[in-house]
């Protein structure tokens, strides 16, 4: 033994053994029918890539229904991105570098997700009627990320979890949100309308029998035209909103020539 140095002896005295609090003798998920399909092969990759579109597409179908900027293509684009960073990052782990950090890639996917999800969020409105839209389809696309990880490290189970919990949250939630929870709602309306027959003055007061009060509006036709174009953004609390009740309640008014939920 080498002049200085010490050796100290594990305590004794600990409730419960140094290695099995620290290193787990058994893994719950190694064994099963599964288990071929967590090493690295061509039948684990091709599963693993389909694994990530089946969750990626269960996500971005409830998001694409709703016109959300992110939708279908772009959640199962990031789900098979992020399995594909852990599966690189294993084949490093396995092939190249065996000391390396198996999830050093994976938190880059999770710190990058930031960028594109930023991307989605946006501010519609002014002054009172400002509104900020998105924030759940970029809290799905960086949820859709972490089901990568979940795939590409080969952790099934967890992935398939994670994504019936997230439909549960983002479809059936949303409804339950809408009803009970959300204080107010807006629409976004363009109009078409011919001011010889009806001035907007009626297509206002119409709005108001609703409930609804006119929070930004924006004039789209150009002074030649005989009919007038409108970007309307409209507001209303307490009350559950359905676009096709109040777009059919404008089409009823005199002189409107098309309306469209924008």
Same mark, same amino acid.
């Given at each position: 033994? !080498?002049?200085?140095? +010490?050796?100290?002896a594990a305590p004794t005295n600990l409730p419960f053994p140094i290695k099995e609090a620290i290193m787990p003798t058994t893994l719950a998920f190694s064994g099963g029918p599964l288990a071929p399909l967590r090493d690295l092969n061509m039948y684990s990759v091709l599963f693993r890539f389909a694994? /990530? +579109?089946l969750c990626g597409s269960v996500i971005g179908l409830e998001r694409g229904k709703r016109n959300h900027a992110a939708g279908l293509r772009t959640h199962i684009v990031v789900c098979i991105g992020a399995a594909a960073a852990m599966l690189v990052n294993q084949y490093i782990t396995i092939y190249l570098a065996p000391g390396a950090d198996p999830a050093r890639m994976g938190a880059q996917v999770i710190s990058?997700?930031?960028?594109?999800? /930023?991307g989605t969020i946006m501010i +519609?409105?002014?002054h009172r009627g400002q509104q900020i839209k998105g924030l759940t389809t970029a809290a799905g696309l960086w949820a859709s990320a972490c089901m990568g990880l979940f795939v590409g490290i080969g952790f099934y189970e967890g992935a398939v979890v994670m994504c019936a919990f997230l439909f549960a949250v983002i479809a059936v939630l949303n409804q339950l949100d809408a009803r009970y929870l959300k204080s107010s709602a807006s629409l976004r309306l363009y109009l078409e309308y011919s001011p010889s027959i009806a001035p907007f003055s009626a297509i206002l007061r119409a709005l108001r029998s609703k409930g609804w009060h006119l929070t930004h509006i924006e004039?789209?036709?150009?002074e030649a035209c005989n009919d007038a174009a409108v970007l309307l953004e409209i507001q209303r609390s307490? !009350?559950?909103?359905e676009p096709e009740d109040t777009e059919e309640m404008l089409r009823c008014v005199e002189g409107v020539l098309f309306v469209e939920d924008v």
């Open positions: 033994m !080498r002049q200085g140095m +010490t050796l100290c694994l /990530a +579109t990058g997700i930031g960028f594109l999800g /930023a +519609t409105g002014h004039y789209l036709s150009h307490h !009350r559950p909103v």
